[in-house]
């Protein structure tokens, strides 16, 4: 165990700067661990969505999903004045069409209930926001039939999502205050730790197994130094999300009518300013007179020959029907994190289908350029599959570093307090935090995901149940890691979360889900991928498992770790 | 250049470059090798090391645009330095292998990618 600091006496900076490291990391570790790990998996949030929804699983894309969309939008909001199709994606097969409700035409119409809305896996129905962009509808829709989708009650992917910056059950407002102040204590972390870090070349690529504390050290510095770039980018870009609601004196230094943004749209506003976009709300009005819309699908084939045979991701139609109809085909994907990660863009007419001239976007400001670079980074919104691998890595790093650092403080303080009969509560305490913290919350996630597939179908408000069995199992974990002996404990957890997270495929295939040795064969690929990966984390859960077991058991040296 | 020859080139520059600067390192050249080497091959392999993940990054950026190939080069060197510290730990031999077969593709792919 370290020397307690003397705060009365000249001390060095290094010292100061492992305690700060040391403390700083304890006190909100185990947040910082949930934030990590819930915010990892929502770099795959639409593919765990779609796990999430196996009646989803048979859906097939045949090209004919634009023409399918067409026709339920034109029964469903004939009158509305922007269409946004969503088209069936490597990322999910569902079509989703969308519809702009201006309150000057009211495009509701009997078949888009609200109950169906509410099925819809986004929720349905977006409210505007900041009063300026205008309310949308939403359906999910079979891309090869275009029948409109009854979607099973869930809290899918997105609860992950929402916990990883304002967690749950304390309001968006407090959870997202104590993210930011967990993520500011991330970063004072990261800089003190690069502080106390005697060698960061030399020790590069060091690390030395059964070795005990050596080890457990040796393995939160690698994973700390080699993505430390993505730290400090990931904690500093989700500070800076949170950038008006920490800090809001700044913004309303230069916005006077932050709060009434609602009631003056047209006046200056901070995220419009700061995001860009203000003109994608603003339509080219209609000419007034009727004319049919041009047949869309030759219009995405001549955009996807643009671009090389590169896939759109979307297509959003404007005034249809109307003789000032325009037709916009996006792209899945962006090429640079400067503008948002936004993707190219063609433009054509909407009544005979010719390619229009795009007025050429003004390049971001330096200001706007950089918000924009660590934001879409934070985000992922440009990533290929393979630079999405690389996110969702370098965040498990993240989550490996922090649950390290916590198992570190423990072991650094084994010798000296955990030996004796009575250990002080504190020391007690960080054992049963660190049981429940990680491998506790690795059970709550594999019962969640259990629950979501077992919970009855019937269930009244069944997504608020698989939510409320995540917070379940973690408060299980923490009593049974309470009146557990801590090695106990840890095997016993890991075991449990290991099996419990291996068995998902099993799972998956015996409740209408696609059976991973068909999913692997012939797709779905997000399916195939979550299973995979589902038995991956499981195995590697055993085995950790078995090697605090191990340890344990034969080697009196580790098991100090 | 196509894409599967660029990516090829990209990785193998990040693999062969970070294998290269461990194998620069005193304490890892010693078990890679078994006994300590001098200085001047450790230095001459550092160099090559430093050399090809300066290439890396201009490979990255060449192929993803400035913003987001410095966001893949940094991803990719994370995921490849865990995987060579880990064998350095376990298969530490394999390491003198793995680098020199990088280091070989690299320009292979370079060239097909340049004919291509």
């Known amino acids: 165990m370290p020397p307690p600091l003397r705060f009365d006496q000249p001390r060095p900076l290094r010292l100061s700067m492992a305690w700060l490291h040391t403390w700083t990391g304890l006190l909100l570790g185990w947040l910082l661990f949930a934030v990590f790990a819930s915010g990892s998996l929502s770099f795959f949030r639409s593919e765990i969505n779609f796990w999430m929804h196996p009646e989803l699983h048979r859906l097939r894309d045949d090209a004919r999903a634009i023409a399918h969309a067409r026709r339920i939008l034109e029964r469903e909001a004939p009158d509305s004045r922007q269409w946004t199709i969503t088209l069936p994606g490597p990322r999910d097969p569902t079509l989703f069409v969308a519809w702009r409700v201006d309150a000057a035409s009211p495009a509701s119409s009997p078949a888009a209930r609200p109950q169906d809305r509410a099925n819809a896996p986004t929720g349905g129905q977006r409210r505007p926001a900041h009063g300026l962009r205008p309310e949308t509808r939403r359906l999910a829709l079979d891309p090869s039939t275009g029948e409109i989708l009854k979607l099973r009650e869930g809290s899918g992917a997105t609860f992950l999502f929402r916990f990883h910056f304002q967690l749950h059950g304390v309001g968006w407002f407090v959870g997202r205050w104590i993210v930011g102040v967990a993520a500011m204590v991330m970063l004072v972390a990261l800089v003190s730790g690069v502080i106390i870090h005697r060698n960061i070349f030399k020790d590069f690529f060091t690390f030395r197994p059964n070795k005990g504390k050596r080890s457990w050290l040796d393995a939160h510095v690698l994973v700390g130094v080699v993505s430390l770039p993505f730290h400090f980018a990931i904690t500093f870009s989700g500070l800076l999300l949170f950038g008006a609601l920490l800090m809001p004196s700044v913004v309303r230094s230069g916005y006077s009518n932050v709060a009434n943004a609602a009631n003056a749209p047209s006046a200056p506003n901070f995220t419009m300013d700061i995001r860009g976009g203000r003109d994608r709300f603003n339509l080219a009005p209609p000419s007034g007179k009727p004319a049919a819309l041009a047949e869309l699908a030759p219009i995405l084939d001549a955009a996807q020959n643009e671009w090389g045979g590169e896939k759109a991701g979307s297509v959003v139609v404007s005034n249809p029907g109307d003789a000032a109809a325009t037709v916009e085909v996006i792209q899945t994907h962006g090429n640079s994190l400067a503008n948002r990660g936004v993707a190219r863009r063609a433009l054509f007419d909407g009544v005979v289908g010719v390619r229009l001239e795009t007025p050429i976007e003004a390049s971001p400001s330096a200001i706007v350029a950089v918000w924009n670079s660590l934001v879409t980074l934070h985000m992922g919104r440009f990533a290929t599959p393979l630079q999405r691998w690389l996110l969702f890595l370098a965040g498990v790093s993240g989550t490996v570093m922090i649950a390290s650092g916590l198992i570190v403080w423990r072991v650094s303080r084994f010798k000296t307090l955990g030996r004796s009969e009575d250990a002080p509560f504190g020391y007690r305490l960080v054992e049963v935090l660190n049981v429940s913290g990680i491998a506790g919350w690795l059970v709550a996630l594999g019962a969640y995901f259990w629950a979501c597939r077992l919970l009855p179908d019937a269930l009244a408000a069944r997504g608020d149940w698989e939510v409320r069995v995540f917070f379940l199992a973690w408060a299980a974990s923490l009593i049974h890691a309470t009146f557990r002996e801590h090695r106990r404990a840890w095997v016993e957890q890991l075991r449990f979360s290991g099996a419990l997270i291996a068995l998902l495929p099993l799972i998956n295939g015996l409740t209408g889900g696609a059976p991973l040795f068909r999913s692997v064969a012939s797709g779905p690929w997000q399916v195939a991928g979550f299973d995979i990966c589902a038995l991956v984390a499981g195995a590697l859960l055993l085995f950790a498992a078995r090697k605090v077991h191990q340890a344990e058991t034969d080697d009196p040296q580790i098991t100090e770790a | ?116």
């Open chain 2, 1 to 116: 250049m196509e894409t599967v020859f660029s990516n090829t080139l990209f990785f193998a520059l990040t693999v062969g470059g970070l294998c290269f600067l461990s194998l620069g390192i005193e304490r890892h050249a010693k078990q890679a090798f078994g006994k300590a080497p001098p200085r001047e091959p450790r230095r001459a392999r550092s160099a090559l090391g430093a050399a090809m993940l300066a290439l890396s990054l201009a490979s990255s950026i060449q192929t993803s645009g400035v913003s987001i190939g410095i966001a893949v080069f940094f991803g990719t060197v994370a995921v490849v330095s865990i995987g060579v510290a880990l064998m350095l730990a376990f298969r530490p031999r394999l390491l003198r292998f793995v680098g020199a077969v990088a280091a070989a593709v690299a320009p292979l792919a370079f060239l097909a990618g340049f004919f291509s």
